[in-house]
RNA sequence: GGGGGGUUAGCUCAGUUGGUUAGAGCAGAGCGCUCAUAACGCUUUGGUCACAGGUUCGAGUCCUGUACCCCCUACCA
């Protein structure tokens, strides 16, 4: 048994997920979570909302209350959707917690302790209407370079050329509009990642299996240029972590906090602290997933991120950890994701455009989304959504093939025989070759999740899912029992078992349909298990026996019409257009 | 500007260290079955592997160049 410790990329709070944020973390990491649990090993699989930042403060405003409030509420509609979506974390914690701000200050003061926080002085344009300092995304005006007059303050659409909001000329705030701007000195705190750049480089270097996105855009930042360039780590704003050592202000930089990036991810680590305090875990319980002199060097520590979070999971975070001078766990394995487009466009909370995960449930049941979503899984390029392609997936992978499979076999036998597996023969050699085919297939399937080749594996299963059919469909249980009826309920024996298979290696990707068809078997209360490569195979099939009996069951899926897709994609096709 | 990824059948994608007739699913065609959600099974039609050169006995795979698409580029997160 091995300890495997997931963390999946913090959503961050400012509103509903999409589907694209769901496929592109917490999806895949639930999948990998759920298969490391079901081969037995000990998994610690966590999240938390990221809640921190300018954005937190703007929509908390919009919706007229504290941004404490807003921040509560939308932890808990965050976890109530990721609860639906049956992730199954360990714990969703929160970059506010207590623990968080508590850990975040330590590192602070460690890493200024090794030399590896200066403070800068800048100058940051301060909006008197909206009484903020602004980030240069929220600020708007003429490029110096093209005169294009929508330009914002951190890159020119029009000419593409990289800017501070300093430089704009007539510069306005996109909150406000007010032009009432004022560039401010102000000092901030950074973290001297430049100093780690050889220490960073050899570790990167040492993860030579890391898919290929991973390490280029990890080495891209280190190298480009003048190399890895120090990053402020604070922020003029009220909401967030105050900058404070040992209790107290930090001296010159009274009234800020830190940057969200610097205590995000660091919520990993607190909210591992605080799912051992939920558990009543002894005190340093924690430590050993994350302290390598307390038990953390046998840790597997696996991240799932979006491709724009990579830099931050590759350079910052560890420069954080390594620059702290303890013995931190780093991580292991970092799959990182591309995009999720939605009808050939960008998903855009701000436009909704595309489907969120609040009207994703309301459409259809959270399997639904999770095989498309999974199967479909942006891994190495940008993946697209359109309603067509859900329709098919479900239509045929779902409803069609594995849906169907029960279907056929259940009411068949529960018209012939009643809710009670017959009386019949031994396995033959019929039994014997499906079982050596699947076992070629489920070696091959094993392997792909093993290495997280998500789209590989579905494909895998789906093909499992199929050999059912194949068997059902030479087996000719419906031709049989007309002449010899314990032909005809070997077979249904045997499909029983088939189904019970299916369930045990679906359930990573769908699992609500695996307990409905463990249900189905009356073994609704048994844990999944992994099939084991070691035992002889075929006894994986003997679990169901003769006079078992069964529940009838509703069809697994319901089939998408062509109407009600073209309906949906009329919808959902954005406020923009 | 710099960097990354992509371009393979009508569609969505696999193609391991270069090795005989380039694969899968969907869609299309034909046949079979009638237990099942008009579902399932079998067979089958589709490809100058973006383009142009090069290396090699041999290139989808390696090199160079070109075209097009997507993304990143550090203050949205």
Redesign the pocket.
Known sequence: MKRILITSALP?INGIKHLGNLVGSQLPADLYARFMRAKGHEVAFLCAT?EH???AELAAIESKTSTEDYCRKMWQTQKDLSAQFFLSFDFFGRSSSSSNHALTKAFALNLDDNGLLKSVN?R?LYSAKDKRFL???YVIGTCPDCSYERAR???CENC?R?LH?SELIKPSSVLSGSQDLELIKTK?LYLM?SKLKEKLLTWIESNDHWP??TT??AK??LM??D???D??ITRDLSWGIPVEKNGKPWKGMENKVFY??FD?PIAYISATIDWAKSKKKHPDFWKSWWLNDHGAEDVHYVQFMA??NI?FHT?SFPATLIGSGQSWKLVDYIKGF??LTYDGG?FSTSQKRGVFMNQALELFPSDYWRWWLLS?AP??????FTWR?FQ?SIN?DL???L??FV???T??TF?KFGATIPNGSRYGEQELNAIREIEKVFISYDDAMNKIEI??AT?YLRKIW?IG??Y???S?P??KIKTDTAEAAKTIRFGFNLMLFFSEISEPFIPSTSNEIKYCLGKSNEKSQWPSLKEDFTSIFEKIDYGDDFKQIE?????ISNDYALDLAKRFSGTNN
């Open positions: 961050y990221d930042g300018t954005p800048e940051q980030p240069d995304r303050g951190d890159q593409t990289q909001a901030h990642q290929k996105i280029s855009i891209k930042w480009d240029g190399g890895l360039q990053r402020s969200v990036w995000a491709k724009d830099p350079l591309n995009w960008k479909n891994e190495t390029s940008d993946a697209d392609s098919s045929k409803a069609d093939v849906g169907n279907s056929r076999l009411k068949f018209s789209r590989k494909s199929s059919n194949e059902l469909q030479r000719q419906w031709v069809n697994l899926f319901v089939k």
